[in-house]
């Protein structure tokens, strides 16, 4: 697999399929861009399951070293997840023989571009319909802004990101209400994702002061990896709407599945999403979750309850009505109900690999070499 590594919901799925690949006999080995592994959920599995890991810096030598390692490597799998940039390695990967080549689509990627990155999507797309055995996406929209002759192309197909029910079933080491304060009587919301401006972390804050003016007192957990400057815009809108002890910026988290069984409700707030895993995660337990109306969101809530959905440009009075719902939501259900329910979906993370290993084994490989995937 070549991707970048990081700590958001595309690293999380991706490292959620790398084991039970594994298992299937798989050899997993991980290609990340840049100088060094970097850190994120997608490492650490790789270094459990997978075969190597060889970071690839991207500069003007990338090319080369790239056809260097297929040659060495001779996978019979290179599966990328880089948007239409993917088509770079895998026309490199054609030109080394590796049989099966996969791009893979995670976001809608639905906000203005500059000439260069709109020139540079232009390349890719050309190189993938030269190159790409197989191209995937998370949802239809994530095809549709990434690749847009998908429909009309027998390679395309899109594959629904799974959930490991285990992980967010398995108890975590801390008492979140103890830890951010909160009082018997409080709400406790969840939000998690990076510290970017798509995410619109700060419209968090003027949602709580409408609850405090209903009279509901309210805090909103953040987990993510942080930056500066996004964090100081939720902070700077947490003082503006008088809700500055209420709002808690906790980091980069592995215990989520814990810290949902503690909230009463989830809001996201992104307006950039393929498939939301902070959206499909509290759903599969049982979490009440108010989100933006995006497409990923209204393919969640067509297969699963639970989900309230929120026009992009929706005032706080309308978000706090959305995250009453959820609340309710949550207090009315219990978590092993929707776990059942979430093993039949068509999340179900057993039915992602088998399209996984379907599409790798679909052609015949050079000799009768084990499967290898270079991602």
């Excluded at 571009?113 to 995937?136: E, K």
């Excluded at 959930?163 to 103890?178: E, H, N, S």
């Excluded at 993510?224 to 008088?242: F, K, L, P, T, Y």
């Excluded at 959905?309 to 978590?335: K, M």
Aim: net charge positive; charged share 25%.
């Amino acid at each position: 697999m070549l991707s970048v590594p990081g700590t958001g919901g595309t690293e999380m799925r991706l490292a959620e399929v790398v084991p039970p690949l594994a298992r299937a006999g798989a050899t997993t080995h991980l290609l990340p861009l840049g100088s060094e592994p970097g850190t994120g959920p997608l490492l650490d599995v790789g270094q459990e399951h997978g075969g190597t890991i060889t970071p690839i810096p991207l500069d003007l030598r990338f090319p080369v070293r790239f056809l260097r390692l297929l040659r060495d490597m001779r996978p019979t799998v290179i599966h990328v997840d880089c948007a239409n940039f993917s088509g770079i390695p895998l026309a490199l990967a054609a030109l080394a023989d590796v049989p099966v080549r996969v791009a893979h689509f995670h976001g809608d990627d639905n906000l203005p571009r500059s000439h260069r990155r709109r020139a540079t999507r232009w390349i890719g797309r050309r190189l993938l319909r030269w190159s790409a055995t197989d191209i995937i996406g998370v949802s239809p929209s994530s095809l549709d802004h990434g690749f847009p002759t998908w429909r009309q192309d027998p390679r395309c197909q899109v594959v629904l990101n799974g959930l490991d029910l285990g992980r967010l079933l398995r108890p975590g080491p801390d008492d979140l209400r103890a830890l951010i304060g909160a009082g018997d009587g409080d709400l406790v919301f969840l939000t998690v994702g990076r510290a970017s401006p798509e995410k619109r972390r700060w419209l968090i804050p003027p949602i709580l002061g409408e609850l405090r003016d209903r009279g509901i007192s309210a805090h909103a957990v953040l987990v993510g990896a942080g930056d500066d400057a996004d964090d100081g815009r939720v902070r700077r809108a947490a003082e503006s709407a008088g809700v500055a002890d209420k709002v808690h910026l906790i980091g980069v988290r592995t215990d989520i599945g814990s810290l949902l069984g503690q909230v009463d409700a989830v809001i996201h707030p992104s307006c950039l999403e393929g498939l939301p895993g902070s959206v499909l995660e509290p759903v599969a337990v049982g979490v009440g979750t108010v989100a933006t109306d995006l497409p990923g969101v209204r393919l969640i809530a067509g297969e699963l309850p639970g989900v309230a959905i929120v026009p992009a440009n929706a005032p706080a009075h309308q978000w706090a009505d959305a995250a009453l719902d959820a609340v309710r939501f949550t207090a009315a259900g219990d978590r092993q109900t929707a776990a059942d329910r979430f093993r039949d979906s068509v999340f179900a993370l057993d039915a992602v690999i088998d399209t996984h290993l379907a599409m790798y084994r679909r052609r015949p490989h050079r000799g009768r070499r084990p499967l290898r995937a270079a991602r």
